[in-house]
């Protein structure tokens, strides 16, 4: 299917644990994004890559490892989880850094 | 520090009348202007944009309005509909950068 797909769509996991978030997109696009929601604070950008290989932090980095081998692949590691990163993640891509970004339907993650 | 702030987290419209959500920002670098849309369990999607040059864009039943001297732009949806009944997230792009805002609860009454 064409689009942006994110897996799983909820994962509950313990402290200390590590978890990935998978991001796959079929349009080509240069640019990926990885961001958090949560209430009070809206979209928050933790990581984005500009193409396969080059990846760059956002605003709230710590914690959190990406990489980006392929171009349609974007996986995010908390490589030690903790309660602070139970969230609900949103993967996005686009052609240009401030295109319009196309989001996936994101993954809910708690960190017991 | 917020950058990009949505002072409403909520607000409530009688179907047919106008919605308005509002934004401000305090970045003059800012050029272009994004509404997104929300609905529970889905991401995202883009609504409207506007650049800096411009004061309004329209499509359809959104209009937003860009007040570069005030750092303030505005979402009119005229009119409401129930199925717009959603979070409405504000952002705003400079060069290497989009941020976005806290969101706006819009919720459409029958």
């Known amino acids: 299917d064409a689009g942006i797909t994110q897996s799983p769509r909820y994962k509950i996991t313990e402290t200390g644990r590590q978890v990935t978030l998978m991001c796959h997109q079929t349009w080509s696009h240069s640019y990926m994004f990885w961001y958090r929601q949560d209430l009070g604070h809206g979209l928050r950008l933790i990581y984005y890559?500009?193409?396969?290989?080059?990846?760059d932090k956002g605003e709230v980095p710590d914690g959190y490892v990406v990489s980006r081998s392929k171009t349609e692949n974007f996986p995010l590691t908390l490589e030690s989880a903790t309660r602070s990163q139970t969230s609900v993640y949103f993967c996005a891509s686009s052609q240009q850094m401030t295109d319009t970004q196309y989001f996936g339907p994101g993954t809910r993650l708690t960190v017991l | 520090d917020q950058q990009v702030k949505q002072n409403s987290p909520s607000l409530s419209v009688q179907e047919g009348r106008i919605s308005i959500l509002n934004c401000d920002y305090t970045?003059?670098?800012?050029?272009?202007f994004l509404w997104y849309k929300k609905y529970p369990a889905e991401g995202p999607t883009f609504l409207i944009s506007?650049?800096?040059?411009?004061d309004k864009n329209e499509d359809g039943r959104f209009t937003v309005f860009l007040n570069k001297s005030a750092k303030h732009l505005s979402l009119h949806i005229v009119p409401s509909q129930p199925g717009d009944s959603a979070v409405y997230f504000c952002?705003?792009?400079?060069?290497?950068?989009?941020?976005f805002g806290a969101g706006t609860i819009l919720r459409v009454k029958s």
């Open positions: 506007i650049s800096s040059i411009k």
């Open positions: 970045n003059s670098m800012f050029d272009y």
């Open positions: 952002a705003a792009s400079a060069r290497n950068k989009l941020v």
């Open positions: 890559s500009a193409a396969a290989d080059i990846t």
